[in-house]
């Protein structure tokens, strides 16, 4: 049915940016609310934060001013880019409708190291 993969999680060093790609079979993503949540060891999943059908951003307090998120309906992509990332960033990072989510995908793993 509805498959949702994630992808672009790697090592990185802190301070530094990268950005997570999620795409999805079986749905468009156009016209539902879209989000990233993230789950460190652990640690219950996180709202990282959303994105309206007609593409406005919404970030958790834990992470505005440093990540984004924007989406391309024509890819049916939803995209998080992430900057000034910290070691507290290291998590497992998922999308997902917001509020009435498919099941989940594996996510994909960012790690911060300094």
């Known amino acids: 049915q509805v498959q949702l993969v994630e992808s672009g999680g790697t090592l990185v060093q802190t301070g530094g940016s990268l950005t997570l790609s999620c795409t999805a079979s079986?749905?468009?993503?156009?016209?539902?609310?879209m989000a990233w949540y993230r789950q460190a060891p652990g640690k219950q999943r996180e709202l990282v934060g959303r994105?309206?059908?007609?593409?406005?951003?919404q970030l958790s307090d834990s992470v505005k001013g440093r990540f984004t998120i924007s989406r391309d309906n024509a890819k049916n992509t939803v995209t998080l880019q992430m900057n000034s990332l910290k070691p507290e960033d290291t998590a497992i990072y998922y999308c997902?409708?917001?509020?009435?989510?498919?099941?989940w995908g594996q996510g994909t793993q960012v790690t911060v190291s300094s």
């Open positions: 079986g749905v468009i993503f156009s016209g539902k609310v």
């Open positions: 997902n409708r917001y509020g009435s989510p498919y099941a």
């Open positions: 994105i309206s059908s007609l593409g406005m951003p």
